[in-house]
Protein backbone atom coordinates (compact mmCIF):
# COMPACT_ATOMS: atom_id res chain seq x y z
CA UNK A 1 0.00 0.00 0.00
CA UNK A 2 1.35 2.97 -0.86
CA UNK A 3 0.84 6.53 1.06
CA UNK A 4 1.64 10.46 0.92
CA UNK A 5 5.35 10.45 2.70
CA UNK A 6 3.99 13.55 4.62
CA UNK A 7 1.36 11.44 6.19
CA UNK A 8 3.74 8.85 7.21
CA UNK A 9 6.65 10.83 8.02
CA UNK A 10 3.79 12.13 10.80
CA UNK A 11 3.10 8.45 11.79
CA UNK A 12 6.94 7.66 12.00
CA UNK A 13 7.63 10.56 14.31
CA UNK A 14 4.66 9.83 16.73
CA UNK A 15 6.18 6.03 17.32
CA UNK A 16 9.48 7.53 17.76
CA UNK A 17 7.72 9.38 21.13
CA UNK A 18 8.14 12.93 19.62
CA UNK A 19 5.71 14.67 21.44
CA UNK A 20 7.04 18.44 20.03
CA UNK A 21 7.80 20.30 17.02
CA UNK A 22 9.19 23.43 17.04
CA UNK A 23 9.02 25.88 13.39
CA UNK A 24 7.96 28.06 11.62
CA UNK A 25 5.84 27.65 8.20
CA UNK A 26 7.20 28.07 4.93
CA UNK A 27 5.41 27.22 1.14
CA UNK A 28 8.40 24.41 1.08
CA UNK A 29 6.50 22.51 4.07
CA UNK A 30 2.68 23.32 4.56
CA UNK A 31 2.41 19.96 3.21
CA UNK A 32 3.88 18.31 5.63
CA UNK A 33 2.05 21.04 8.29
CA UNK A 34 -1.27 20.23 6.44
CA UNK A 35 -0.83 16.18 7.95
CA UNK A 36 0.93 17.37 11.22
CA UNK A 37 -2.64 18.93 12.04
CA UNK A 38 -4.47 15.82 12.23
CA UNK A 39 -1.63 14.16 14.97
CA UNK A 40 -2.98 13.83 18.33
CA UNK A 41 0.09 13.12 19.80
CA UNK A 42 2.57 16.10 18.24
CA UNK A 43 1.95 19.39 19.55
CA UNK A 44 3.55 22.43 16.81
CA UNK A 45 5.01 25.01 18.95
CA UNK A 46 4.68 27.72 16.08
CA UNK A 47 7.33 30.53 16.15
CA UNK A 48 7.73 33.51 14.62
CA UNK A 49 11.93 33.71 14.22
CA UNK A 50 13.83 30.72 13.16
CA UNK A 51 16.52 30.92 15.75
CA UNK A 52 13.56 31.41 18.74
CA UNK A 53 12.98 27.61 17.04
CA UNK A 54 15.79 26.18 17.18
CA UNK A 55 16.92 27.41 20.98
CA UNK A 56 13.58 26.74 21.94
CA UNK A 57 14.66 23.17 20.95
CA UNK A 58 17.97 22.92 22.62
CA UNK A 59 16.49 24.02 25.66
CA UNK A 60 13.92 20.96 24.97
CA UNK A 61 16.39 18.67 24.52
CA UNK A 62 18.13 19.32 27.53
CA UNK A 63 15.38 18.36 29.57
CA UNK A 64 14.39 15.87 27.79
CA UNK A 65 17.48 14.10 27.19
CA UNK A 66 16.36 12.89 23.66
CA UNK A 67 16.59 14.54 19.93
CA UNK A 68 14.44 17.39 19.15
CA UNK A 69 13.04 18.90 16.06
CA UNK A 70 13.01 21.70 14.34
CA UNK A 71 10.61 22.41 11.36
CA UNK A 72 12.17 24.94 8.54
CA UNK A 73 11.43 26.55 5.48
CA UNK A 74 14.59 26.58 3.03
CA UNK A 75 16.76 29.57 2.17
CA UNK A 76 16.47 32.26 4.75
CA UNK A 77 14.03 29.87 7.27
CA UNK A 78 17.39 27.74 7.49
CA UNK A 79 20.18 30.44 7.56
CA UNK A 80 17.96 31.97 10.50
CA UNK A 81 17.88 29.05 12.17
CA UNK A 82 21.59 28.20 11.80
CA UNK A 83 22.91 29.85 14.81
CA UNK A 84 20.66 28.15 17.12
CA UNK A 85 21.37 24.68 15.76
CA UNK A 86 25.14 25.76 16.10
CA UNK A 87 24.72 26.82 19.40
CA UNK A 88 23.31 22.88 19.99
CA UNK A 89 26.27 21.49 18.16
CA UNK A 90 28.94 23.17 20.28
CA UNK A 91 27.32 22.31 23.58
CA UNK A 92 26.42 18.19 22.03
CA UNK A 93 22.74 18.43 21.95
CA UNK A 94 20.44 15.70 19.99
CA UNK A 95 18.13 17.63 17.52
CA UNK A 96 17.34 17.17 14.00
CA UNK A 97 16.14 19.71 11.71
CA UNK A 98 13.79 18.73 9.17
CA UNK A 99 13.93 21.63 6.27
CA UNK A 100 12.09 22.08 3.49
CA UNK A 101 14.17 22.54 -0.20
CA UNK A 102 13.79 23.60 -3.78
CA UNK A 103 11.83 20.86 -5.83
CA UNK A 104 13.74 17.97 -7.16
CA UNK A 105 12.71 18.28 -10.04
CA UNK A 106 13.79 22.22 -10.52
CA UNK A 107 17.43 21.44 -9.72
CA UNK A 108 19.97 23.80 -11.54
CA UNK A 109 17.45 26.29 -12.63
CA UNK A 110 18.11 28.36 -9.62
CA UNK A 111 14.22 28.20 -8.16
CA UNK A 112 12.92 30.99 -5.71
CA UNK A 113 14.99 30.97 -2.55
CA UNK A 114 17.69 28.54 -4.11
CA UNK A 115 21.02 28.74 -2.56
CA UNK A 116 22.79 27.92 -5.70
CA UNK A 117 25.87 30.19 -5.44
CA UNK A 118 28.64 27.35 -5.89
CA UNK A 119 26.66 23.97 -6.93
CA UNK A 120 22.85 23.57 -6.96
CA UNK A 121 20.30 22.72 -4.42
CA UNK A 122 22.98 22.92 -2.19
CA UNK A 123 21.38 24.60 0.98
CA UNK A 124 22.32 21.77 2.98
CA UNK A 125 25.93 22.51 2.63
CA UNK A 126 25.21 25.85 4.91
CA UNK A 127 25.13 23.09 7.69
CA UNK A 128 27.83 21.16 7.60
CA UNK A 129 30.58 22.85 9.16
CA UNK A 130 28.62 22.21 12.74
CA UNK A 131 25.77 19.26 12.29
CA UNK A 132 26.67 15.67 12.49
CA UNK A 133 25.77 14.91 9.02
CA UNK A 134 23.40 16.62 6.38
CA UNK A 135 21.48 14.88 4.33
CA UNK A 136 19.68 15.32 1.00
CA UNK A 137 16.85 13.52 0.15
CA UNK A 138 16.73 12.61 -4.18
CA UNK A 139 14.93 9.72 -3.77
CA UNK A 140 11.84 9.53 -2.05
CA UNK A 141 11.77 5.31 -1.03
CA UNK A 142 15.32 6.54 0.80
CA UNK A 143 13.94 8.61 2.96
CA UNK A 144 12.41 6.61 5.74
CA UNK A 145 15.84 5.12 6.10
CA UNK A 146 17.55 8.58 6.07
CA UNK A 147 15.25 9.87 9.29
CA UNK A 148 15.88 6.84 11.04
CA UNK A 149 19.78 7.84 10.58
CA UNK A 150 18.95 10.79 11.46
CA UNK A 151 17.92 10.33 14.69
CA UNK A 152 19.87 7.14 15.78
CA UNK A 153 23.02 9.81 14.81
CA UNK A 154 21.22 12.91 16.89
CA UNK A 155 21.41 10.60 19.81
CA UNK A 156 24.35 8.53 19.61
CA UNK A 157 28.09 8.77 20.93
CA UNK A 158 28.70 12.69 21.28
CA UNK A 159 25.20 13.34 20.32
CA UNK A 160 24.46 16.73 18.13
CA UNK A 161 22.26 18.42 15.45
CA UNK A 162 21.63 16.87 12.20
CA UNK A 163 20.08 18.15 9.38
CA UNK A 164 17.52 16.48 6.76
CA UNK A 165 17.18 18.64 3.72
CA UNK A 166 13.56 17.82 2.05
CA UNK A 167 12.80 18.99 -1.49
CA UNK A 168 9.24 19.98 -1.24
CA UNK A 169 7.89 17.77 -3.75
CA UNK A 170 9.18 14.73 -1.86
CA UNK A 171 6.63 15.65 1.08
CA UNK A 172 3.38 14.94 -1.84
CA UNK A 173 5.03 12.07 -3.24
CA UNK A 174 3.34 8.46 -2.20
CA UNK A 175 5.47 5.50 -1.23
CA UNK A 176 4.96 1.72 -0.15
CA UNK A 177 4.32 1.87 3.58
CA UNK A 178 6.57 -1.34 3.97
CA UNK A 179 9.58 1.19 4.02
CA UNK A 180 8.59 3.50 6.82
CA UNK A 181 7.63 0.33 8.56
CA UNK A 182 10.72 -1.58 8.29
CA UNK A 183 12.06 1.25 10.66
CA UNK A 184 9.90 0.07 13.46
CA UNK A 185 11.54 -2.94 13.72
CA UNK A 186 14.93 -1.24 14.74
CA UNK A 187 16.04 -0.34 17.80
CA UNK A 188 15.70 2.79 19.13
CA UNK A 189 17.90 2.32 22.43
CA UNK A 190 21.81 1.53 21.36
CA UNK A 191 23.70 0.49 24.37
CA UNK A 192 26.56 2.48 24.80
CA UNK A 193 30.19 1.56 25.44
CA UNK A 194 32.03 1.44 28.73
CA UNK A 195 35.12 0.68 30.13
CA UNK A 196 37.23 -2.60 31.06
CA UNK A 197 38.04 -3.49 34.95
CA UNK A 198 41.62 -3.41 34.65
CA UNK A 199 41.64 0.20 33.16
CA UNK A 200 38.69 1.11 35.75
CA UNK A 201 41.81 -0.57 38.42
CA UNK A 202 44.32 1.24 36.88
CA UNK A 203 42.69 4.68 37.25
CA UNK A 204 41.67 3.75 40.87
CA UNK A 205 45.13 2.85 41.97
CA UNK A 206 46.23 6.06 40.29
CA UNK A 207 43.84 8.35 42.47
CA UNK A 208 44.37 6.30 45.57
CA UNK A 209 48.20 6.94 45.51
CA UNK A 210 47.69 10.56 44.60
CA UNK A 211 48.73 13.44 47.18
CA UNK A 212 46.17 15.86 45.53
CA UNK A 213 43.40 14.52 43.38
CA UNK A 214 40.78 16.68 41.63
CA UNK A 215 38.09 15.17 39.48
CA UNK A 216 37.08 17.64 36.83
CA UNK A 217 33.50 17.65 35.17
CA UNK A 218 32.08 18.85 32.31
CA UNK A 219 28.64 19.22 30.75
CA UNK A 220 29.06 15.43 29.39
CA UNK A 221 28.53 14.55 33.19
CA UNK A 222 24.60 16.29 32.30
CA UNK A 223 24.26 14.57 29.19
CA UNK A 224 24.72 11.06 30.20
CA UNK A 225 22.67 11.63 33.40
CA UNK A 226 26.03 10.14 35.41
CA UNK A 227 25.50 13.11 38.29
CA UNK A 228 24.12 10.23 40.66
CA UNK A 229 27.19 7.72 39.76
CA UNK A 230 29.64 11.17 39.92
CA UNK A 231 28.73 11.78 43.40
CA UNK A 232 29.28 8.10 44.70
CA UNK A 233 32.64 8.33 43.46
CA UNK A 234 33.99 11.37 44.64
CA UNK A 235 32.95 10.76 48.03
CA UNK A 236 33.91 7.31 48.08
CA UNK A 237 37.03 8.37 47.23
CA UNK A 238 36.96 12.00 48.87
CA UNK A 239 37.96 13.42 45.68
CA UNK A 240 37.07 17.63 45.35
CA UNK A 241 35.01 18.28 42.33
CA UNK A 242 35.84 21.05 40.22
CA UNK A 243 33.92 21.51 37.38
CA UNK A 244 33.32 23.91 33.21
CA UNK A 245 31.01 26.19 32.90
CA UNK A 246 28.88 23.39 31.16
CA UNK A 247 29.81 21.09 34.52
CA UNK A 248 27.48 23.94 36.24
CA UNK A 249 25.15 21.60 38.58
CA UNK A 250 27.03 18.27 38.33
CA UNK A 251 26.91 18.13 41.92
CA UNK A 252 25.01 20.21 44.24
CA UNK A 253 26.53 23.51 45.00
CA UNK A 254 25.76 22.24 48.51
CA UNK A 255 27.72 19.27 48.12
CA UNK A 256 30.59 18.79 50.51
CA UNK A 257 33.19 17.86 48.04
CA UNK A 258 32.09 20.47 45.37
CA UNK A 259 34.49 23.08 44.66
CA UNK A 260 33.26 25.41 41.85
CA UNK A 261 33.88 26.82 38.09
CA UNK A 262 37.20 27.46 37.22
CA UNK A 263 38.93 29.87 34.71
CA UNK A 264 38.30 33.42 33.99
CA UNK A 265 35.57 33.39 36.22
CA UNK A 266 36.46 31.01 38.65
CA UNK A 267 37.75 31.94 42.20
CA UNK A 268 41.65 32.19 42.98
CA UNK A 269 40.58 28.87 45.52
CA UNK A 270 39.28 27.09 43.25
CA UNK A 271 41.76 27.83 40.29
CA UNK A 272 44.64 26.87 42.99
CA UNK A 273 42.96 23.73 43.81
CA UNK A 274 43.49 22.46 40.20
CA UNK A 275 46.80 24.28 39.49
CA UNK A 276 48.00 22.27 42.16
CA UNK A 277 46.81 18.94 41.43
CA UNK A 278 49.16 16.10 40.93
CA UNK A 279 46.96 14.20 38.91
CA UNK A 280 43.23 15.52 37.47
CA UNK A 281 40.74 12.79 36.65
CA UNK A 282 38.85 15.05 33.58
CA UNK A 283 35.42 13.73 32.78
CA UNK A 284 33.28 15.09 30.06
CA UNK A 285 34.66 18.22 29.83
CA UNK A 286 37.24 20.18 26.65
CA UNK A 287 39.27 21.98 28.67
CA UNK A 288 37.70 24.86 27.02
CA UNK A 289 39.43 28.24 26.84
CA UNK A 290 37.70 29.80 29.90
CA UNK A 291 37.65 27.14 31.75
CA UNK A 292 41.37 27.28 31.53
CA UNK A 293 42.36 30.79 31.57
CA UNK A 294 43.25 30.44 27.97
CA UNK A 295 45.29 26.89 29.34
CA UNK A 296 48.33 29.92 30.92
CA UNK A 297 49.47 27.36 33.41
CA UNK A 298 50.26 29.85 36.14
CA UNK A 299 46.25 30.15 36.60
CA UNK A 300 44.19 27.18 36.28
CA UNK A 301 45.91 24.13 35.17
CA UNK A 302 49.31 22.95 34.88
CA UNK A 303 50.04 20.02 32.80
CA UNK A 304 52.62 19.01 33.35
CA UNK A 305 53.55 18.69 36.28
CA UNK A 306 50.46 17.60 37.06
CA UNK A 307 49.12 14.45 35.05
CA UNK A 308 45.84 13.88 33.76
CA UNK A 309 43.57 11.01 33.22
CA UNK A 310 40.62 11.64 30.29
CA UNK A 311 37.31 10.10 29.98
CA UNK A 312 35.17 11.38 27.29
CA UNK A 313 32.50 9.92 24.78
CA UNK A 314 33.96 11.36 21.94
CA UNK A 315 37.80 9.90 21.46
CA UNK A 316 39.35 13.45 19.28
CA UNK A 317 38.44 15.04 22.49
CA UNK A 318 41.24 12.99 24.32
CA UNK A 319 44.55 15.03 24.78
CA UNK A 320 43.00 17.78 22.79
CA UNK A 321 44.55 20.53 24.86
CA UNK A 322 46.80 18.88 27.67
CA UNK A 323 48.77 15.78 27.67
CA UNK A 324 47.01 12.97 28.93
CA UNK A 325 48.36 9.80 30.61
CA UNK A 326 45.42 7.50 30.73
CA UNK A 327 42.87 8.08 28.44
CA UNK A 328 39.66 6.27 27.76
CA UNK A 329 36.42 6.59 25.51
CA UNK A 330 33.02 5.42 26.84
CA UNK A 331 30.22 6.63 28.22
CA UNK A 332 30.90 8.70 31.24
CA UNK A 333 27.38 6.79 33.44
CA UNK A 334 28.60 3.72 32.33
CA UNK A 335 32.29 4.30 33.02
CA UNK A 336 31.44 5.90 36.49
CA UNK A 337 29.49 2.79 37.37
CA UNK A 338 32.55 0.58 36.58
CA UNK A 339 34.75 2.66 38.04
CA UNK A 340 32.57 2.88 41.65
CA UNK A 341 32.44 -1.29 41.45
CA UNK A 342 36.28 -1.82 41.26
CA UNK A 343 36.69 0.95 43.82
CA UNK A 344 34.39 -0.99 46.24
CA UNK A 345 36.08 -4.01 45.49
CA UNK A 346 39.54 -2.86 45.84
CA UNK A 347 39.14 -0.32 48.53
CA UNK A 348 35.69 -1.96 50.87
CA UNK A 349 36.10 1.11 53.53
CA UNK A 350 36.85 3.84 50.97
CA UNK A 351 39.32 6.76 51.89
CA UNK A 352 37.55 9.59 54.41
CA UNK A 353 39.12 13.18 54.31
CA UNK A 354 37.77 15.63 56.66
CA UNK A 355 40.41 18.13 56.64
CA UNK A 356 39.63 18.45 53.09
CA UNK A 357 36.09 18.90 53.48
CA UNK A 358 36.13 21.79 55.95
CA UNK A 359 38.57 23.65 53.72
CA UNK A 360 36.25 23.37 50.20
CA UNK A 361 33.04 24.23 53.21
CA UNK A 362 35.05 27.09 54.83
CA UNK A 363 36.06 28.91 51.74
CA UNK A 364 32.27 27.91 50.15
CA UNK A 365 31.29 30.08 53.79
CA UNK A 366 33.92 33.12 52.73
CA UNK A 367 32.96 33.59 49.01
CA UNK A 368 29.36 33.58 50.36
CA UNK A 369 30.12 36.10 53.31
CA UNK A 370 32.61 38.32 50.77
CA UNK A 371 28.82 38.86 49.06
CA UNK A 372 26.31 39.78 51.14
CA UNK A 373 26.54 43.70 51.35
CA UNK A 374 25.81 43.69 47.45
CA UNK A 375 23.33 40.44 48.01
CA UNK A 376 21.49 42.50 50.90
CA UNK A 377 21.98 46.18 49.28
CA UNK A 378 18.88 47.91 48.87
CA UNK A 379 20.73 50.43 46.14
CA UNK A 380 18.71 51.16 42.67
CA UNK A 381 19.89 50.65 39.98
CA UNK A 382 19.76 46.60 41.58
CA UNK A 383 23.24 45.26 42.17
CA UNK A 384 23.17 41.92 39.65
CA UNK A 385 23.98 40.14 42.96
CA UNK A 386 21.16 41.35 44.68
CA UNK A 387 19.03 39.98 41.95
CA UNK A 388 20.45 36.68 41.69
CA UNK A 389 20.57 36.13 45.54
CA UNK A 390 16.18 37.20 45.57
CA UNK A 391 15.99 34.68 42.65
CA UNK A 392 17.23 31.89 44.73
CA UNK A 393 16.12 32.69 47.37
CA UNK A 394 12.06 32.71 45.99
CA UNK A 395 12.78 29.74 43.36
CA UNK A 396 12.07 26.35 44.21
CA UNK A 397 15.22 24.34 44.34
CA UNK A 398 14.67 21.69 41.41
CA UNK A 399 13.30 24.73 39.28
CA UNK A 400 15.09 25.61 35.53
CA UNK A 401 17.08 28.28 35.25
CA UNK A 402 18.43 29.37 31.55
CA UNK A 403 20.99 32.32 30.74
CA UNK A 404 22.26 33.86 28.11
CA UNK A 405 25.57 35.74 28.17
CA UNK A 406 27.02 38.39 30.05
CA UNK A 407 26.08 38.95 34.24
CA UNK A 408 23.31 36.21 33.67
CA UNK A 409 25.82 33.42 32.35
CA UNK A 410 29.12 33.99 33.74
CA UNK A 411 27.65 35.14 37.26
CA UNK A 412 25.12 32.50 37.63
CA UNK A 413 28.01 29.92 36.73
CA UNK A 414 30.05 31.49 39.48
CA UNK A 415 27.56 33.01 42.05
CA UNK A 416 24.33 31.36 41.85
CA UNK A 417 23.78 27.79 43.50
CA UNK A 418 22.20 24.48 41.22
CA UNK A 419 21.17 22.36 43.56
CA UNK A 420 19.59 19.81 41.30
CA UNK A 421 21.51 18.12 38.02
CA UNK A 422 20.39 19.79 34.86
CA UNK A 423 18.39 22.61 36.03
CA UNK A 424 21.02 25.14 34.85
CA UNK A 425 21.28 25.54 30.80
CA UNK A 426 23.65 28.07 29.51
CA UNK A 427 25.01 28.55 26.04
CA UNK A 428 28.37 27.16 26.66
CA UNK A 429 30.83 27.18 23.60
CA UNK A 430 28.91 29.52 20.64
CA UNK A 431 27.78 31.31 23.70
CA UNK A 432 25.38 32.63 21.69
CA UNK A 433 23.39 36.23 22.88
CA UNK A 434 19.86 35.37 22.21
CA UNK A 435 19.75 31.84 23.80
CA UNK A 436 18.06 32.32 27.01
CA UNK A 437 14.38 33.36 26.48
CA UNK A 438 13.27 30.65 23.56
CA UNK A 439 15.84 27.95 25.77
CA UNK A 440 13.26 28.48 28.41
CA UNK A 441 10.50 27.70 26.06
CA UNK A 442 11.57 24.51 25.08
CA UNK A 443 12.46 23.72 28.89
CA UNK A 444 8.80 24.64 29.92
CA UNK A 445 7.41 22.66 27.35
CA UNK A 446 9.75 19.74 28.23
CA UNK A 447 8.39 19.60 31.78
CA UNK A 448 5.32 21.88 32.59
CA UNK A 449 5.75 21.14 36.01
CA UNK A 450 8.48 22.69 36.82
CA UNK A 451 9.36 26.54 37.55
CA UNK A 452 11.46 27.83 34.44
CA UNK A 453 13.14 31.24 34.90
CA UNK A 454 15.09 33.19 31.89
CA UNK A 455 17.90 34.94 33.22
CA UNK A 456 18.77 37.25 30.18
CA UNK A 457 20.12 40.72 29.53
CA UNK A 458 18.74 43.61 28.15
CA UNK A 459 20.77 43.21 24.83
CA UNK A 460 20.13 39.50 24.69
CA UNK A 461 16.27 39.14 24.86
CA UNK A 462 15.95 42.62 22.87
CA UNK A 463 16.79 40.23 20.08
CA UNK A 464 14.08 37.91 19.77
CA UNK A 465 11.36 39.76 21.82
CA UNK A 466 9.03 37.61 19.68
CA UNK A 467 9.53 35.05 21.87
CA UNK A 468 6.75 36.25 24.14
CA UNK A 469 4.15 35.91 21.04
CA UNK A 470 4.84 32.18 21.37
CA UNK A 471 4.65 32.35 25.27
CA UNK A 472 1.19 34.13 24.84
CA UNK A 473 -0.13 31.32 22.19
CA UNK A 474 0.55 28.61 23.94
CA UNK A 475 0.50 29.88 27.25
CA UNK A 476 3.88 28.52 28.03
CA UNK A 477 4.40 29.83 31.71
CA UNK A 478 8.22 31.36 31.72
CA UNK A 479 9.34 34.13 33.91
CA UNK A 480 11.91 36.40 31.89
CA UNK A 481 13.94 38.29 34.09
CA UNK A 482 15.77 41.20 32.46
CA UNK A 483 18.84 41.98 34.07
CA UNK A 484 18.80 45.30 32.34
CA UNK A 485 21.82 47.56 32.37
CA UNK A 486 21.02 49.47 28.87
CA UNK A 487 23.89 47.68 27.22
CA UNK A 488 25.59 45.30 26.15
CA UNK A 489 27.40 44.97 29.57
CA UNK A 490 30.52 42.71 29.37
CA UNK A 491 31.58 44.42 26.11
CA UNK A 492 31.19 47.40 27.21
CA UNK A 493 33.19 46.77 30.36
CA UNK A 494 35.81 45.36 28.21
CA UNK A 495 35.79 48.14 26.20
CA UNK A 496 35.97 50.90 28.79
CA UNK A 497 39.03 49.15 30.50
CA UNK A 498 41.17 48.70 27.65
CA UNK A 499 40.37 51.29 25.38
CA UNK A 500 38.72 54.37 27.39
CA UNK A 501 35.38 54.19 25.29
CA UNK A 502 32.13 52.70 25.30
CA UNK A 503 31.72 53.28 21.43
CA UNK A 504 28.64 50.82 20.19
CA UNK A 505 28.17 48.97 23.42
CA UNK A 506 26.11 51.36 25.27
CA UNK A 507 22.11 51.97 24.65
CA UNK A 508 21.83 55.29 24.26
CA UNK A 509 19.31 58.57 22.59
CA UNK A 510 20.95 61.64 21.87
CA UNK A 511 23.03 61.15 24.44
CA UNK A 512 21.20 59.69 27.25
CA UNK A 513 20.43 56.09 28.44
CA UNK A 514 18.01 54.54 26.60
CA UNK A 515 16.06 50.86 26.73
CA UNK A 516 12.53 50.30 25.85
CA UNK A 517 9.66 49.47 28.56
CA UNK A 518 9.84 45.35 28.01
CA UNK A 519 6.91 44.89 30.65
CA UNK A 520 4.85 47.58 28.39
CA UNK A 521 6.01 45.30 25.40
CA UNK A 522 5.26 42.16 27.42
CA UNK A 523 1.75 43.59 27.73
CA UNK A 524 1.27 44.39 23.85
CA UNK A 525 1.76 40.74 23.58
CA UNK A 526 -0.67 39.41 25.91
CA UNK A 527 1.90 38.86 28.68
CA UNK A 528 1.85 40.16 32.42
CA UNK A 529 4.90 42.60 32.44
CA UNK A 530 5.98 44.16 35.89
CA UNK A 531 8.68 47.01 35.72
CA UNK A 532 10.85 47.05 38.39
CA UNK A 533 11.25 50.70 40.15
CA UNK A 534 12.98 49.97 43.64
CA UNK A 535 15.00 46.71 44.52
CA UNK A 536 12.46 45.82 47.14
CA UNK A 537 9.87 45.65 44.99
CA UNK A 538 11.78 42.49 42.60
CA UNK A 539 11.45 39.79 45.70
CA UNK A 540 7.55 40.09 45.86
CA UNK A 541 7.30 40.66 42.06
CA UNK A 542 8.77 37.46 41.49
CA UNK A 543 6.54 35.65 44.26
CA UNK A 544 4.01 36.66 42.13
CA UNK A 545 4.85 35.77 38.80
CA UNK A 546 5.31 32.07 40.02
CA UNK A 547 2.09 32.09 41.63
CA UNK A 548 0.46 33.57 38.55
CA UNK A 549 1.63 30.62 36.60
CA UNK A 550 1.79 31.71 33.53
CA UNK A 551 4.39 33.61 31.06
CA UNK A 552 5.76 36.93 33.06
CA UNK A 553 8.61 39.68 32.04
CA UNK A 554 9.96 41.43 35.40
CA UNK A 555 12.33 44.25 33.59
CA UNK A 556 14.49 45.27 36.62
CA UNK A 557 17.47 47.74 35.97
CA UNK A 558 20.88 47.14 37.24
CA UNK A 559 24.23 48.72 37.44
CA UNK A 560 26.92 47.43 34.81
CA UNK A 561 29.15 46.36 36.95
CA UNK A 562 31.66 42.88 35.90
CA UNK A 563 31.69 39.72 37.42
CA UNK A 564 34.82 39.82 39.66
CA UNK A 565 37.94 37.31 38.22
CA UNK A 566 40.40 35.50 39.39
CA UNK A 567 41.93 33.84 36.27
CA UNK A 568 43.20 34.69 32.71
CA UNK A 569 42.00 35.33 29.26
CA UNK A 570 44.20 35.83 26.54
CA UNK A 571 41.77 38.31 24.85
CA UNK A 572 43.34 40.99 27.56
CA UNK A 573 47.12 40.17 26.57
CA UNK A 574 45.65 40.82 22.88
CA UNK A 575 43.82 44.54 24.07
CA UNK A 576 46.63 45.65 26.55
CA UNK A 577 49.78 43.77 26.42
CA UNK A 578 51.94 43.54 29.28
CA UNK A 579 49.51 45.50 31.12
CA UNK A 580 47.26 43.53 33.83
CA UNK A 581 43.90 44.78 32.94
CA UNK A 582 40.00 42.81 32.83
CA UNK A 583 36.96 44.30 32.72
CA UNK A 584 35.84 48.14 34.13
CA UNK A 585 32.29 49.09 35.31
CA UNK A 586 30.81 51.45 32.87
CA UNK A 587 28.61 53.20 36.08
Not at 167 to 178: H, Q
Not at 317 to 332: F, H, K, M, T
Amino acid sequence: MKELISKQLVTYLENRGVEHIFGLCGHTVIAFLAELEKSTKIKFINVRHEQIASHAADGYARVKKQASVVLSHLGPGLTNAATGVANAALDSIPMVVIAGDVPSHYYGKHPHQEVNLHADAAQNEIYRPFVKRAWRVDIPELFPEIMEKAFALAESGRPGPVLVSVPMDMFSKEIDTALFEKTYYNTKTISKPSIDDETAAQIIETLVKAKNPVIYAGGGIILANASKELSEFAEFLSIPVAHSLMGKGVLSDEHPLILGMTGFWGTKFINDQCKNADYILGLGTSFKEADCSSWYPEYTFSFPPTKLIQIDIDPSEIGRNYPVEIGAAADLKQALKVLNRVAKKLYPSGKKNDVLRKEIIGNRQSSQAGNVELQQSSAFPMSPQRILADVREVLPRDAYITTDVGWNKNGVGQQFPIYEPGTILTPGGLATMGFGAPAALGAKVADPKRVVVSLVGDGGFGQNPAVLATAAIDNIAVIFVIMNNGAFGTIAGLEKAHYDTTFGTIFEKDGKPYSPDYAAIARAYGVEGIKITAADEFKPALKRAIELNKPVVIDAAMINNPVPTAGHWNIMDIYSPGKKVHHVSTN
